[in-house]
């Protein structure tokens, strides 16, 4: 393909554009994953790799399940083989607390276990099935409003602390962004409840504050109820010594076997190829430009294309093409005897070869036969052939002979 310097020049500029956008691409710091999947796969700011890793050391020398069926499974499993003196951990950005979920956790509960759920989202059967609020009504929304949401709110400041009211944190503050503590519990029964822990806002006193841990006791064992479970995360254990909150709320549970849910947990590591392209900006512009040629081609392609049609020359005769040929070469010669008996002999040839009659036997016959398949009249047959007899008769032919006989030949 041969390309014009103009073309060639744009085509350098367009591969030098890719290269650069490229580059600039790879050489860009990586933005966090700001995502809460609450995943032990997980080692982005809201992952729980960092707490699947610590575990044995809150529960020192006791066995830890994993456990990836639901949290109604387990516990309804657990209620079956009439289990006591465990511990059940269910850490989440939101809980699906079902009534069903709800009666087995509080079978689960009666027989001396004890339960932590820590949630930022609570659907509204804790209010009727545990008699608990959870303030503002917090719904949890859909996935990518939760992802949005989280990444803007990741941006702020540490502007809120959380607290525990044991003696060995008195007066220990932890300190976190606000979007990530300020969820307390507005309503609960005081009588059957304990406050174990609570937030406050900078600049206010610790007295003001809000209960976000609390401890509901169910038959022979205990629930406790918390709402910051970014405490949890990798991000809440390593940052400072906010590690130590973590383990003071864990610190709650009884030292025994532990059940921790990490049922359908949206790992980063477990997406997709595709959602992998759809979450990268860049990626997902360059898909978009792709699919936009795309279509372009398939438009611009569905088209009807009209084949192009052949151009067929009409049949020529390339007997006489011969005989015009040979004639030229002959007449350059000067030799007009022989010429003429050239054009001669192939005209009987062509005779013979198109009107299918014999040229041996020169005689009346053979003149009625031509001149009925040549739709020529007799006479001017016979005239011809006399006239060929009378150009043989001569021992030279002159030009005016020559023409005679071309004429007469281009008549016939």
Same mark, same amino acid.
């Given at each position: 393909m ?16 890719v290269?650069f956008?490229?580059?600039?691409e790879l050489?860009r710091?990586?933005?966090p @994953?700001?995502?809460p999947?609450f ?9 729980l790799?960092?707490l ?5 050391q809150?529960f020192?020398?006791?066995a830890?399940?994993?456990t990836?069926? &639901? ?5 309804t ?12 951990v ?7 607390l ?15 276990n004890?339960?932590l759920?820590?949630?930022?989202y609570w659907?509204?059967?804790?209010? @009727?099935?545990?008699n608990v609020t959870?303030?503002?009504g917090?719904e949890?929304p859909?996935?990518?409003a ?9 941006e702020? /400041? ?7 009211r044991?003696n060995? =944190? /008195?007066?220990?503050?932890f300190?976190?962004? /606000?979007f ?8 609960f029964?005081?009588t059957?409840? +304990?406050?174990?822990? @609570?937030? =406050? ?6 007295e003001?504050?809000y209960p976000?841990?609390i401890q509901?006791?169910?038959?022979k ?5 918390h709402?910051h ?12 010594q906010?590690?130590?909150y973590?383990f ?5 549970? !009884? ?13 980063a ?6 959602q992998?392209v759809?979450r990268?900006?860049?990626l997902?512009?360059a ?6 040629l795309?279509?372009?081609?398939? =438009? ?7 084949r ?6 009409? !049949?020529?005769?390339?007997t006489?093409?011969f ?8 007449y350059?010669?000067?030799?007009h ?12 040839e &062509? ?5 299918q +009659?014999?040229t041996t036997?020169?005689?009346e ?9 040549s739709?020529h ?5 016979a005239?011809?052939f006399? =006239? ?10 002159t030009n ?5 006989l071309?004429?007469?030949l281009?008549?016939?």
């Open positions: 041969n390309l014009s310097r103009t073309d060639r020049t744009l085509w350098a500029l367009l591969g030098l554009g290269v956008y490229v580059w600039y050489s710091p990586v933005p @994953d700001w995502r999947t995943s032990p796969k997980d080692k982005i700011p809201y992952g790799y960092a699947d890793k610590v575990l044995p809150a020192t020398k006791q830890i399940h994993r990836n069926r &639901s949290a109604y499974e387990v516990l499993e657990l209620n079956g083989q009439k289990k006591q003196n465990t511990n059940f269910w850490v989440n950005v939101g809980v699906d079902t009534p069903t979920t709800i009666k087995a956790l509080k079978q689960y509960i009666r027989r001396g004890s339960a759920v820590s949630s930022y659907p509204p059967t804790l209010k @009727d099935s545990l959870v303030g503002y917090n949890m859909g996935a990518e939760l992802n949005q949401y989280t990444k803007a709110a990741s702020f /400041s540490d502007t809120s602390a959380v607290k525990l044991h060995r =944190f /008195s007066g220990k503050g300190w976190f962004p /606000s990530m503590v300020q969820m307390p519990f507005s309503r029964d005081s059957q409840t +304990v406050i174990l822990g @609570d937030y =406050f806002f900078a600049g206010s006193t610790p003001v504050s976000n841990l509901k006791k169910i038959g064992g205990t629930l406790f109820l709402t479970p970014y405490a949890f995360t990798n991000y809440g254990l390593l940052k400072g906010n590690a130590a973590a003071g709320v864990l610190s709650h549970l !009884p030292l025994r076997e532990t059940y921790v849910d990490f049922y359908r947990r949206g790992s590591s477990d997406e997709s190829r595709l992998y759809w990268s900006e860049g997902r512009w898909m978009y430009g792709l699919l936009t795309l279509g372009l081609y398939l =438009f611009s392609g569905s088209k009807r294309r009209q192009a049609i052949p151009v067929w020359e009409a !049949p020529r005769n390339t006489l093409d005989v015009q040929a040979l004639g030229r070469l002959y350059r010669k000067k030799d005897k022989d010429l003429a008996e050239r054009k001669i002999m192939y005209f009987m &062509s005779i013979r070869h198109r009107y +009659v014999q036997d020169l005689n016959a053979f003149f009625e036969q031509l001149a009925a398949k739709g009249r007799k006479e001017e047959v005239s011809l006399r =006239f060929f007899d009378h150009l043989r008769a001569k021992a030279s032919l005016e002979d020559l023409r005679e071309t004429r007469r281009y008549r016939f």
